[in-house]
């Protein structure tokens, strides 16, 4: 339900503020909220020892926004020219009564903007949450006479973002052949090993040397 306070700059205004803040520290709960923010702009100076709630309510709240602006104030005034009494009634909107409402309804763009925050903010988690695998792969080449320098330039060859070859040997398989076995890291989310091998490895150019690649071990960092 809202709170409600007329006029601050009047007597009955700070009055009834007076009377809320009877056993409350703030406006709105146990802390500072937004709330004892925009009462506090409503009130243009501490309210006298005649409204001891309020002025001890005010004390705190300036308190809490001298830790937020610490720099020296000069100090300041600002002076406003009135309207004349009826002009100001025929400006005033019907019920308008200068009441401070602490609790006005969301409009649609604050929605959109909190849908948009929220969006933004789950995109992030999600790509921070994004993991890493560690891989090893065998790399067989046609015959014995395949040559293994060029194949390993070959497979190293290819590049993509979360991509990263590390090191390799050549291991015996037999009658002279030799596999190549090499490490890669990958971004899970970036990455696809069967993608890797069947567009990339296994097809032209890498192809001239490649014969087939296995996966022989596949772990999460």
Not at 105 to 133: H, I, L, N, P, V
Request: glycine residues 6%; negative net charge.
């Amino acid at each position: 339900m809202a709170i409600t306070f007329s006029d601050l700059r009047t007597e009955s205004g700070l009055k009834s503020l007076d009377e809320f803040l009877s056993g409350k520290t703030y406006i709105s709960g146990d802390r500072l909220t937004k709330d004892d923010v925009k009462v506090y702009a409503a009130v243009p100076e501490k309210p006298g020892g005649s409204f001891p709630n309020a002025s001890k309510w005010y004390e705190c709240v300036s308190s809490h926004l001298a830790e937020s602006f610490p720099g020296k104030a000069a100090g300041v005034r600002v002076g406003a020219k009135c309207a004349p009494v009826e002009e100001a009634k025929e400006a005033a909107p019907a019920g308008d009564d200068d009441d401070l409402d602490l609790f006005g309804e969301e409009t649609e763009e604050d929605q959109k903007a909190a849908e948009e925050r929220e969006a933004a903010k789950k995109a992030s988690t999600k790509k921070k949450e994004s993991g890493k695998s560690s891989v090893l792969l065998d790399v067989k080449p046609w015959d014995d006479e395949t040559d293994m320098k060029k194949l390993e330039e070959a497979v190293r060859s290819v590049e993509m973002p979360g991509l990263f070859w590390g090191a390799s040997k050549l291991v015996p398989v037999g009658y002279g052949i030799k596999k190549l076995q090499i490490m890669m890291t990958i971004v899970d989310d970036l990455v696809s090993v069967d993608t890797l091998i069947e567009e990339h490895l296994q097809a032209e150019p890498a192809n001239e040397y490649i014969q087939s690649c296995d996966i022989v071990a596949f772990n999460k960092i």
